[in-house]
């Protein structure tokens, strides 16, 4: 089956820098990018991946180009719009900050305490993506944020050297970088002020500020740049260096200093004047020799001249000297007093002259500059904020706390949030997706239950009534209430309708539940435990304890009921499967004894068929009613991963991870999906007992297990140098918090395992879409969606029983379009789908096409090519074919909808065989077209005659209309004999035809006259 990566949801913002572009937030989260689009409510994540955990992102100013660096300093280089990657590329060290400049062409690069300028990568493939411009070195420590100025010639870098300094893009002779100090802690932001925000300034009596800088310690100090008054000669450009080098050439004894190579320049100047001056006398003195020959020579010359001038004007850019030659002053400080609180994150907007502020105790502050006036104080939580945005508009503000996992948009002018999203902060360990696919539950250690919908990627609920990590989730058969099992020994019932826990199961001795079942009537609810191994049944309407099962001597890892019998099966790992009649009370059915500890079970949808997985790698296949093994898979090769780093043995010697802990049949039963404690989730066909595909979950170098070879050089006495605790850094650690001990190992306990570990990548838990068309992996790094394509779309209505073509019609005369256009697709029924599209009103055409899912363009642009050549309506298709290509565009020139290029090729050729024909038929009817549109603008510009007001009796009305009736037929004789006259196109016969149809005209207006 060709799934492919699809999205990751359950995710949390890790760390790393947000960027808005366009209405759109893209954000780090592991080694990926999502991209949530604001306006619509739409997450998804972009198909490529780092090879390591990410911290910068910076995407051009025409959003195109999108850069994204892990914390080693690689990067990938990607077309947004295409989704497409370009490049890779490494930066050699860990990048901390990076920014294209306002003009696109260059991008600033923050590599340690080294700050590189490189030309911006082109959108086409290449061997070296990105050049090269220029590397400054100035800086003593690491830089941490770097700002262009608007015209992209000037510089401003920042870091935790206490200091900020003004580079020039281009080289100037003479030119030393101001530093500009003052600050006792790290630099968090700079910002070079627009001229707007300087002449507001002015208004306000303040001196207009060029330059803000902002640091940790909350301090926010403003530069004046003044130009020198007493400057006699211009800071020379990048142009005229180059001619006070080629003349510093000819004179001898040059000095390498930049001062005194100005010095030398200037007299190397007068000297050259002089020498031309004598030698345009011996020239002049010698006229009568060598005329011919100086013309040609000066000619020669100027070609020469002009030809190294413009490759002097290629080759050197011009260097603007806006902050060359001056001095830079100190004129104003503010601090912001929040006790016992740093800066932590700071965004400036430009635009709209607005400061955002973040602390690390979750206070976030709005001020409008340059009068420092707070507009907005919030407190978002007790963590540090790690990142902020705002968009180009202003009115928009993105702040992120990698603490908490959170991400916010806030509106600050309506005071509303525009998005509040917050993933699982630890492992996802179970997942469900609801009877009809259109709903997916979470569950995980971080003891909440998050339901989300996967065509939007959004979590419209969470649950947080659990105490302890939650082991099991499964939605009922209505779909209406999700049901969960957690460690502190309560199972709860969840309603998605009025989004609240309405039912609450306990035992009369508190237990640890890691097991849940639900019977498809959702009557029954069963849970295993950890400790007491016994199988635990209620009924959900009453909530009363029906039955305790005890059989097993070891946790009950899995339960699930069969699909077609009133059977419950559970594994243990006392090495057997045990099968019982909950409903009539019989007890235990049969015991399917097993080898080694079962891990997971899995009922085949028609219920004949059981299968189970054990600690040694084995798949095993039972026939549960007679109680005979039919065949068995050997899988441990198969999901045999990387190499932790903490083992002493290889990755092919060692035996931890070999096994499955999480099956699932496909809807069919065609195939079964297995994951463990690797990097693989495998897919097995049932029949042929192989495997047909292995996924590997991620690349993420930064999660332990991923590599099968380790690099001997991070081994060291004290092991790993991964492991090896640096409290001295202030950087987001980027990684998930699965420390030694859970959630206990955060405090740095005793015996919880404390020690700074990087998580392992596992998956603990598959499952599949019911209509088989995507299936969802808990990872490490949360949930990730397969799906067949990468719209990812399941409409109910695939399910439904009342599509139907009457459903449709009616829809379409109660004015729901789009639900009559996806009926009538659904229906498969061509004429269904050309009435509904015909009947749609063009002023809704690209509200429809915005709101239709990608997975239906192709039939519908199909339906539009063969629609076109036998319909008079040819405007409003075309509205309809450019409505969905402008929408889904994108989707489209990715693949994403499949089937989309044929559907547009036949309605290229249906485009093309109308122009045709509307082609011949104008060649052919030139002359008449001329004809009516000479007479069209003669009707136009013919002047309306003045109404007759007659007497009040009706004689003096029908005599007044007489009047208008003669006026304008002779206005418009005259009129056509003057078109005749004047217009040599048109022939003899038309102009016959035109002179009968006025004499005519003439007629029936004398004969009105005479019978009023």
């Not at 990657?85 to 294209?100: D, I, M, Q, T, Y």
């Not at 902002?214 to 142009?239: H, M, N």
């Not at 180059?242 to 001062?259: F, L, N, V, W």
């Not at 024909?917 to 013919?942: F, I, K, M, P, R």
């Amino acid at each position: 089956m060709n799934y492919k990566f699809s999205s990751l949801l359950g995710a949390p913002y890790r760390g790393g820098n947000l960027v808005i572009y366009d209405n759109e937030l893209l954000t780090p989260v592991g080694n990926r990018i999502t991209q949530i689009n604001l306006t619509e409510s739409v997450s998804s994540t972009l198909p490529f991946e780092n090879g390591r955990q990410i911290r910068t992102i910076a995407v051009s100013p025409d959003g195109r180009t999108l850069l994204s660096i892990d914390d080693e300093g690689r990067a990938v280089v990607v077309n947004r719009r295409r989704r497409a990657l370009l490049h890779h590329f490494s930066f050699k060290g860990p990048v901390r900050v990076a920014k294209f400049s306002p003009d696109g062409k260059y991008v600033a690069c923050g590599v340690g305490r080294l700050l590189q300028v490189w030309r911006s990568p082109g959108l086409q493939k290449s061997v070296a993506p990105m050049e090269l411009h220029r590397t400054y070195g100035q800086c003593h420590s690491d830089i941490t944020t770097v700002d262009w100025s608007p015209d992209s010639q000037w510089l401003a870098v920042g870091g935790k050297d206490l200091s900020t300094r003004i580079l020039s893009m281009h080289p100037i002779p003479g030119y030393r970088p101001p530093t500009l100090a003052g600050h006792r802690e790290p630099l968090v932001a700079v910002h070079f002020t627009s001229p707007k925000l300087q002449e507001s300034a002015g208004l306000i009596g303040k001196e207009a500020p060029h330059l803000y800088t902002l640091s940790r310690d909350g301090a926010l100090f403003a530069w004046t740049y003044r130009k020198a008054e007493a400057a006699a000669q211009p800071v020379p450009t990048a142009a005229t260096a180059s001619d006070g080098q080629r003349k510093r050439r000819r004179t001898a004894g040059g000095s390498s200093s930049d001062d005194e190579g100005e010095a030398e320049g200037e007299q190397g100047n007068g000297s050259s004047s002089s020498d031309s001056e004598k030698e345009e006398e011996e020239v002049g003195g010698d006229k009568s020799q060598a005329r011919a020959a100086a013309a040609s020579a000066a000619a020669a010359a100027a070609a020469a001249a002009a030809a190294a001038a413009a490759a002097a004007a290629d080759a050197a850019e011009q260097q603007s000297d806006t902050f060359a030659g001056g001095h830079w002053k100190l004129t104003e400080k503010y601090y912001f007093n929040q006790r016992g609180a740093k800066l932590s994150a700071a965004a400036f907007q430009g635009a709209a002259g607005l400061l955002a502020v973040g602390f690390t105790n979750g206070i976030f502050e709005l001020l409008q500059l340059p009068d420092l006036a707070t507009v907005h104080t919030l407190s978002i939580g007790r963590e540090a904020l790690s990142s902020m945005e705002f968009n180009a508009a202003g009115d928009w503000v993105a702040v992120g706390s990698a603490k908490l996992g959170q991400l916010l948009v806030w509106e600050w002018r309506s005071e509303t949030y525009v998005l509040k999203q917050q993933g699982h902060y630890y492992d996802v360990s179970a997942s469900a997706f609801s009877p009809d696919g259109a709903y997916l539950a979470t569950g995980a250690d971080d003891a909440k239950v998050k339901v989300w919908t996967p065509s939007s990627g959004f979590c419209f609920v969470t649950f947080s009534d659990h105490q302890a990590p939650v082991t099991a989730v499964q939605f009922l058969g209505s779909g209406h209430a999700v049901v969960s099992a957690s460690l502190d020994g309560t199972v709860r019932a969840f309603d998605l309708v009025r989004y609240r826990n309405f039912r609450t199961l306990t035992t009369p001795t508190p237990v640890q539940f890691i097991s849940l079942a639900c019977d498809p009537a959702g009557e029954i609810v069963c849970a295993g435990s950890r400790d007491t191994f016994q199988v635990f049944v209620w009924s959900l309407k009453t909530g009363r304890l029906l039955e305790v099962l005890a059989a097993h001597e070891g946790p009950v890892v899995a339960l699930q009921f069969c699909p077609g019998a009133p059977l419950l099966a559970s594994a243990s790992w006392d090495k057997t499967v045990r099968t019982w009649d909950v409903f009539n009370g019989k007890g235990a059915m049969e015991a399917l004894q097993h080898e080694h500890d079962v891990l997971a079970l899995a009922w085949r949808p028609d219920g004949k068929q059981l299968a189970s997985s054990t600690l040694d790698g084995q798949i095993y296949f039972w026939d549960p009613h007679d109680a005979v093994l039919q065949g068995t898979i050997a899988g441990r090769r198969d999901i045999a991963g990387g190499r932790l780093r903490a083992d002493r043995r290889t990755a092919a010697n060692t035996s931890s991870g070999r096994c499955f802990t999480s099956l699932a049949f496909s809807a069919d039963g065609s195939f079964l999906l297995a994951g463990g404690s690797s990097k693989y989730v495998c897919l097995y066909d049932v029949a042929e007992r192989v495997m047909l595909r292995r996924f590997q979950v991620t690349h993420n170098k930064s999660l332990d297990g991923v590599l099968d070879q380790l690099n001997s050089k991070h081994l060291t006495d004290a092991g790993p140098l991964d492991q090896i605790n640096d409290d001295a850094s202030d950087d987001d650690d980027l990684l998930p918090p699965t420390l030694g001990g859970g959630a206990a190992g955060a405090s740095d306990l005793p015996g919880t395992g404390g020690s700074k570990r990087a998580p392992a990548i596992r998956t603990r838990h598959v499952s599949l879409s019911p209509t088989g068309r995507s299936w969802a992996a808990a990872t490490t790094e949360g949930l990730l969606l397969y799906s067949l394509d990468e719209g990812l779309v399941f409409d109910p209505t695939d399910l439904a029983e009342d599509v139907t073509p009457a459903a449709a019609l009616k829809a379409v005369g109660r004015g729901a379009y789009l639900k009559a256009l996806l009926m009538a697709v659904r229906l498969n029924d061509p004429s269904m789908v050309q009435h509904v599209v015909l009947s749609t009103p063009p002023a809704q055409v690209s509200l429809i096409a915005n709101q239709l899912p990608a997975a239906v363009v192709p039939k519908l642009l199909g339906e539009l090519g063969e629609l076109l050549p036998h319909t008079p309506h040819i405007e409003h298709l075309l509205s309809w074919a450019k409505a969905l290509c402008v929408r889904h565009g994108t989707a489209i020139h990715s693949g994403g909808s499949g089937g989309a290029l044929p559907a547009l090729r036949s309605l290229q050729k249906s485009l093309a065989r109308l122009h045709e024909d509307l082609a011949t038929t104008c060649e052919a009817n030139l002359y008449s077209l001329q004809y009516l549109a000479s007479v069209g603008q003669g009707q136009q510009h013919q002047p309306q005659a003045p109404q007759l007001t007659g007497g009040s009796g009706s004689d003096g009305v029908a005599s007044g209309g007489g009047a208008e009736v003669e006026e304008s037929s002779a206005d418009d004789e005259d009129s056509n004999e003057e078109e005749a006259g004047s217009g040599g196109a048109v022939d003899s016969q038309a102009s016959s035809e035109e002179e009968e149809e006025s004499s005519g005209e003439e007629e029936e207006a004398t004969s009105s006259e005479a019978e009023d």
